[in-house]
Nanobody
């Protein structure tokens, strides 16, 4: 069974930066690559950034120009560099495939607050 383990979240001031990491174990197929998602309590989980195995990235409009997704196929890892963070970026961040598997990891909490 595929598993995802996210790390790197924390509390930062507005304008700060964080780098999220995700380690995948197990194999997946029939997907377009990997993605980062986020969820705020009471709202649906949303896609933040997607990336193909060849490194083609697509971003949600709300994070374009501030976030950068990258992938390391050699160790089944995906990363999310988040710069110029805003309070609206506060959420639990998850990685998963694109489209997502039914299994989700625990995620990592990102809180942007002064």
């Amino acid at each position: 069974q595929v598993q995802f383990v996210e790390s790197g979240g924390g509390l930062v001031y507005p304008g700060g930066s964080l780098r999220l990491s995700c380690a995948r174990s197990g194999s997946i197929s029939g997907t377009y690559g990997m993605a980062w998602y986020r969820q705020v309590p009471g709202k649906q989980r949303e896609s933040v950034a997607t990336i193909t195995e060849r490194g083609r990235a697509v971003y949600a409009e709300s994070v374009r120009g501030r976030f950068t997704i990258s992938i390391d196929n050699s160790n089944n890892s995906v990363y999310l560099q988040m710069n110029s963070l805003e309070p609206e970026d506060t959420a639990v961040y998850y990685c998963n495939s694109n489209p997502p598997q039914s299994y989700w990891g625990y995620g990592t909490q990102v809180t942007v607050s002064s």
